[in-house]
Structure formats: C-alpha cells, structure tokens
C-alpha cells in the first residue's frame, strides 16, 4: 500500500504573512507540471448496487449531460461592463481599501479602477480554469480508488462534466477575454496535496468539499450579478454540475466517516482546515495587483488587516457551501469541536447554518433542466 501524507501545516497563526507570501512565490511553470499520485487503483468483484442515493445521482448525471457547443458562442461580450459588475458587487471595497493608512490606490483614478476590475475577471476565470483541470484530474483519480462500484459510476460521469467545464472556461477566455493569468499557487498547493495523498476519501474532502464548495459559491455570485448572457447561461450549467458533484461527495463521506477512529477524524478537520486557508489565500489576487503595480506584502497586509476588522464580508461569504456541507459530514464539532474554533478564527463559522449542498442540488438541477 502507498504511504499517505498529511497535510495539515500546523500554522501557529492563520494570517501568517511569511508562510502565504512563500506559497504565493512558487512558480508552477508555463507549460505542464507533474504530480506523484498517491493511492492504489482499487478493483471490486462486488457489482451489486447497493447504494441509492449515489445511484440517484448517477442517473442524474446521465440525463442531465450537456454540449458546451450548443452555449450561444456568438454573443458580443463587453469585457469592461462584465468586470464593473463583478467589481460593484463587492460593496464598498474601494473605499476600503483606500481608506487604509499608506494606501497606495489613493491616487488612483477611474482608468486604474477599471483595469484592476478587467484584471481581476480575467483572474478568477483563468483560475476556474485551472482548478477545473484540477478537478478532472482528481475525479479520474477517484474512478481508479474508490473501492465501491456506485462510486465509479458516478465519478465516471464527473470526469466527464470537468473536461466540459475546462473547455467552457478555456474557451472564454480564448474568445472573449485578453490573456490568461497562470496557476494561483495557493490552488496548486491545494490540488498537488489532494492528488497525492494516497487516501481515497482525501481526494473527496479537498476536492468535491472544499474546492468545487468554493467554486459553486464563486460561481453563484457571478451568476446573480452579471447580464452578460453567455457567461451567466455557461455558469448556470456548470453549477448545476458542481452541485451534484458536492453532493456526491456529502453522501459519500457521511457514510465512510461514520465508521472512523476519533484520530482518524482529526486528520480530516485538519485537512479540511489546511484547504480552507489556501483557497482563502487565493483569493488575495497577488498576481493582479503585482500587474497594477502594487507589492504583494503592501496588499496581503492591508487585506488580512480588513478581514481581521470585518470588513471584507466577500471573502468570508466564499465559504457559504464549505462550512455546512463539513456540518453535515460532523466535522465540525467531532474531537471537542476543533474544526468549529479554527472556522470561528477565520471568520467563517456563521455560514454553518447555510443550505447544505445535498439539499441545495434539487434546485440547481431543476433550474438547469429548465434551460435546457
């Protein structure tokens, strides 16, 4: 059997610049970068499909595959009013931000706004690409080490919604936007971490948990405020897909963690709290506002400072799928309630009572069958 590894990194302090300022500094490459996959490909002689709710949903997925050629491709995409709307929705941040001592953007104008609004839409489509190509990668993974045969079927199909969700993206980006930005590190760490940990249901917790949570949420908050007709029919899809994909792993990990030891669990809140720094420090945009101008320790400071203050709201709202779907799987409260205090020091522990993605499928789903 492979070894695994943990990858908890134990941070004294959750807003230590060195540590996310080192991960941010890492170089991924401009054109492919290998990773060790950990685990063993798992065969079962047992085919009898005793599992319905992953059945349910493995029907689902095959009835609910789309075509990303049939997205209207043609629309005219004005790239400048999609990112003011992205930009607007987060209430306040320019104020924010320039009202920190020392702000560099105080002398910024409006052309400066704007193009930081352009980089930033350009950023985080660049990285859903990548943590979509991240999610391909470890749903294959899945296929190969989840010893149950409804399990397979399911993830077989997921495989097939990531490639459609990679090529959306990438086409998006090639046709209607300028330039793409590379890998965010932080997401890299992330995606390396749960490929390489031979446990099969690591790959489920950072992956279908922890990533595609943040994704379904990123994503729903830029299909609510955009009118940009091809991005918000693309997203509509693509979070129906993430949904299902949410829930695939709930239900399966509610019925695997029922049956580990109480250290077994602390590995899994530990995982689960090492992934939500790192997708929170992605977030920081460093390579944006390296672009405008901007230093990286200047900017991670004066962010981490408004997040310790309470006043960037966005970022926390992020988690609004992680922190209850780790509810339900009894993460947050198993070993003396060690995953509730590190949630409540980041700031995000008040979205346990947010809708579960298992719940929260049906009417994702439905709304996409609706379009279709």
């Not at 704007?114 to 979509?132: D, K, P, T, V």
């Not at 031979?198 to 990123?218: C, K, N, P, V």
Request: include cysteine; charged fraction near 25%; aromatic fraction near 10%.
């Amino acid at each position: 059997m492979t070894e695994h590894r943990t990858t908890f990194l134990g941070r004294s302090d959750v807003d230590d610049i060195a540590s996310i300022l080192a991960d941010d500094a890492i170089d991924f490459g401009d054109a492919w970068h290998a990773q060790p996959v950990g685990g063993d490909a798992m065969f079962t002689w047992d085919y009898e499909r005793t599992r319905p709710a992953l059945g349910k949903l493995y029907e689902r997925a095959k009835e609910r595959q789309w075509n990303a050629n049939d997205l209207p491709w043609d629309t005219d995409v004005d790239v400048e009013k999609v990112a003011a709307e992205m930009q607007g929705a987060i209430v306040g941040i320019r104020d924010l931000l320039t009202g920190v001592d020392g702000s560099p953007m105080r002398t910024w104008g409006e052309t400066e706004w704007n193009r930081l609004s352009i980089e930033a839409f350009n950023f985080r489509m660049s990285q859903f690409l990548h943590g979509e190509q991240g999610a391909l990668v470890c749903t294959a993974k899945i296929v190969e080490t989840v010893p149950w045969i409804d399990a397979k079927y399911y993830a077989a199909t997921q495989v097939m919604d990531e490639a459609r969700h990679v090529e959306v993206f990438a086409r998006y980006l090639d046709t209607k936007l300028d330039g793409h930005y590379p890998v965010n590190p932080a997401l890299q760490l992330l995606i390396d971490d749960v490929v390489g940990d031979s446990r099969w249901d690591m790959t489920y917790m950072g992956m279908q948990i922890m990533i595609e949570g943040l994704a379904l949420a990123a994503f729903g908050f830029m299909h609510l405020i955009t009118e940009e007709p091809l991005l918000k029919q693309l997203l509509r899809y693509v979070m129906a897909d993430e949904a299902r994909h949410v829930a695939f792993g709930v239900v399966s990990l509610q019925e695997y963690y029922a049956g580990l030891s109480a250290t077994e669990i602390l590995e899994r809140q530990e995982f689960a709290f090492e992934a939500a720094l790192r997708m929170r420090d992605r977030i920081m945009m460093h390579a944006v506002w390296e672009r405008m101008g901007i230093d990286r320790e200047a900017i991670t400071k004066m962010l981490i400072g408004l997040r310790q203050n309470g006043e960037n709201p966005f970022q926390a709202a992020l988690f609004s799928k992680i922190v209850p779907n780790c509810k339900k799987l009894g993460l947050l409260d198993a070993g003396d309630g060690w995953l509730r205090q590190r949630f409540t020091e980041i700031g995000v522990i008040d979205y346990e009572h947010a809708v579960d993605t298992e719940t929260e499928y049906e009417l994702l789903d439905a709304g996409a069958t609706a379009l279709a």
